[in-house]
Nanobody, 123 residues
């Protein structure tokens, strides 16, 4: 499984941004896909994940109500729509995949990782 995240950039507080994660063939048919982030000097943090069938989504407490995870299984692509961004959302965001979305949330782990994309939110 190969994952490639894109869509990061510099935005102002209150703005929106959408990240994309392109997976290699058959990623969507086998794996849950999700997002983690790591801010400078901080531990990696679970952000959001969607189950393979998209019937279940999971979110970190700090992003609930502001971020939405989705996926297009036919394109092996996952998205993270980020609204009402705050300076504390500044981090490198990583796309990830695992057999279970709940596993990613509960363990803060994933089986596969993509390269990160930097999101910077200015105040």
């Amino acid at each position: 499984v190969q994952l490639q995240a894109s869509g990061g950039g510099l935005v102002q507080a209150g703005d929106s941004l959408r990240l994309s994660c392109a997976g290699s063939a058959r990623t969507s048919s086998v794996y849950a896909m999700g997002w983690f982030r790591q801010a400078p000097g901080k531990e990696r943090e679970f952000v959001a994940a969607a189950s393979m069938s998209l019937n279940k989504t999971y979110y970190g407490d700090s992003v609930k109500g502001r971020f939405t995870v989705s996926r297009e299984n036919g394109k092996n692509t996952a998205y993270l729509q980020m609204n009402s961004l705050k300076p504390e959302d500044t981090a490198v965001y990583y796309c990830a995949a695992a057999l279970s979305a709940q596993y990613m949330q509960s363990t803060q782990r994933a089986d596969y990782w993509g390269r990160g994309t930097l999101v910077t939110v200015s105040s």
